[in-house]
């Protein structure tokens, strides 16, 4: 079997030193653009289960537009720089590799994923969820959805985003698992003033058209995510199955439909309208938590960096971020006297809770290991 050397994630972290290599990535993207002084180039994203880099082809750029898309695996032959502090590859040869090269390839090295023990607590997750929902309509609707194998094994194959957050196979049900794990914790907090199952059923449709949107193995648009987008293509496919649902309510038809139509919030961010319930309030603000939080993480571990440093320029946050420190751990001896609690200092003025003279402090009795001592300040 075939075996990768060079991972995006070396090249990024040796962009520094500048050196050449030849390996084999997949092509997540391929666009054709015009440099300032008029020049045709191709800008490449080449991934692999480390993560992304982005690469560029100022060569014989005609060998190549039109010949490679995205989703292609490549040998590439190509030298890894940083530019303006940031690693990237300029490429002088691509070739697509033939099947019986494919067949030497370990998948697992080439496309980022979830393992199948990651996918599968993943599951647990979401099916317990929607095993908790007590409506009776809901839980029917969400488990007309999780029975049908097909739909089951799309969502499971599926990205959460094209590049923002979970960009990449199985980022669709690890997203949605823990924005129903986030929704349930929420639940509990504001009690009675939140539709708990509404808000399990908004978690798990929210995305649910993404199947849709993109294609799993490029991760490209397709054209009904270019036409049309994954909202409203969420309330089709809702509609589908709430049609095999007689006597469905109407309102809560609306309200699931809601759920899907406003979690963007805003109308640049492709929602029609904003939330107007609390459920939808909610959803829209943990899901984009877990966007975000989702992005940030892959963007740190993309880069490479160690605790204490910083990352380039993240573009989806607008910032660098700073991989957080390990700190150090203060040992009992090192730690500064605790100032004493207005409980003591009460007690002290009393007269109660005065310091034993020098040398007697070892002869104060230990405390029991059977519980509290009766009258014990804590």
Not at 209 to 228: C, N
Request: aromatic letters at 6%; charged letters at 30%.
């Amino acid at each position: 079997m075939r075996k990768k050397t060079r991972f995006v994630r070396t090249l990024r972290r040796q962009a520094e030193t500048e050196f050449e290599f030849v390996d084999v990535f997949v092509l997540g993207g391929v666009n054709a653009a015009v440099s300032s002084r008029g020049d045709r180039y191709l800008r490449l994203a080449l991934q692999d289960r480390t993560g992304s880099i982005e690469a560029f082809v100022w060569d014989d750029v005609h060998r190549y537009e039109g010949v490679f898309q995205a989703g292609d695996v490549v040998e590439v032959w190509g030298r890894v720089r940083a530019h303006r502090g940031r690693p990237q590859v300029h490429v002088s040869r691509l070739r697509r590799l033939e099947d019986k090269e494919l067949a030497e390839m370990d998948p697992a090295d080439l496309r980022p994923g979830l393992d199948r023990a990651a996918r599968e607590r993943c599951w647990r997750t979401v099916d317990g969820a929607v095993e908790r929902v007590q409506d009776p309509n809901l839980k029917r609707l969400l488990e007309a959805y999780l029975k049908d194998p097909e739909f089951r094994g799309a969502f499971e194959g599926a990205r959460a985003a094209k590049g923002m957050h979970h960009s990449y196979e199985g980022g669709l049900l690890e997203h949605t698992a823990a924005l129903l794990e986030l929704v349930q914790a929420v639940a509990e907090v504001y009690g009675d003033r939140l539709n708990r199952d509404l808000l399990i059923a908004g978690a798990f449709l929210h995305d649910a058209a993404k199947i849709l949107e993109m294609d799993p193995r490029s991760g490209e648009y397709t054209d009904a995510g270019r036409l049309v987008g994954h909202l409203v293509l969420g309330v089709s496919l809702l509609e589908e199955r709430i049609r095999a649902i007689p006597g469905f309510p109407e309102d809560l038809r609306l309200h699931l439909m809601h759920l899907i139509l406003a979690h963007h919030e805003r109308s640049e961010w492709g929602s029609p309208v904003k939330p107007q319930t609390l459920e939808a309030l909610v959803l829209h603000h943990l899901d984009l938590l877990d966007a975000r939080v989702g992005g940030a993480t892959a963007w740190i571990e993309q880069e490479g960096v160690e605790p204490g440093e910083w990352t380039g320029y993240w573009r989806a946050g607008e910032t660098q971020l700073q991989r957080t420190p390990l700190f150090p751990q203060e040992t009992p001896r090192d730690r500064p006297p605790r100032a004493p609690s207005i409980e003591q200092e009460l007690l002290r003025a009393a007269g109660e809770g005065t310091d034993p003279p020098d040398g007697q402090q070892d002869l104060a009795p230990a405390p029991s290991d059977k519980g509290p001592r009766q009258g014990a300040l804590f």
